[in-house]
């Protein structure tokens, strides 16, 4: 019933910034924490980011002091603010509830150039 569709995200140089949306439709209500997600070429899907319902937030040591997430509720979208974007952060981007996972959508590609 919950969908999410990411965008936001490009081609880059390292040192640069991004800044991905995450937009839910459908039964919004039942969502609590969300995070985001990454999927690196021959990699397993690993967490970056998570967001609960009361702010508490968690990430991944990789991405700690250079992303931030943050919502907004009205709009019902989670942002992911990528800084000092470096190679290693090349992956496709997705988001999602973490207590109720839905499907997973395309996600949205992010290509840092050394």
């Known amino acids: 019933q919950v969908q999410f569709v990411e965008s936001g995200g490009g081609l880059v140089q390292a040192g640069g910034s991004l800044r991905l949306s995450c937009v839910a439709s459908g039964s919004t209500f039942s969502i609590n924490a969300v995070a985001w997600y990454r999927q690196a070429p021959g990699k397993q899907r690993e967490l970056v980011a998570g967001l609960s319902t009361g702010g508490s937030t968690n990430y991944a040591d990789s991405v700690k002091d250079r992303f931030t997430i943050s919502r907004d509720n009205a709009k019902k979208t989670w942002y992911l603010q990528m800084n000092s974007l470096k190679p290693e952060d090349t992956a496709v981007y997705y988001c999602?509830?973490?207590?109720?996972?839905?499907?997973w959508g395309q996600g949205t590609q992010v290509t840092v150039s050394s």
């Open positions: 999602n509830a973490i207590v109720r996972p839905v499907a």
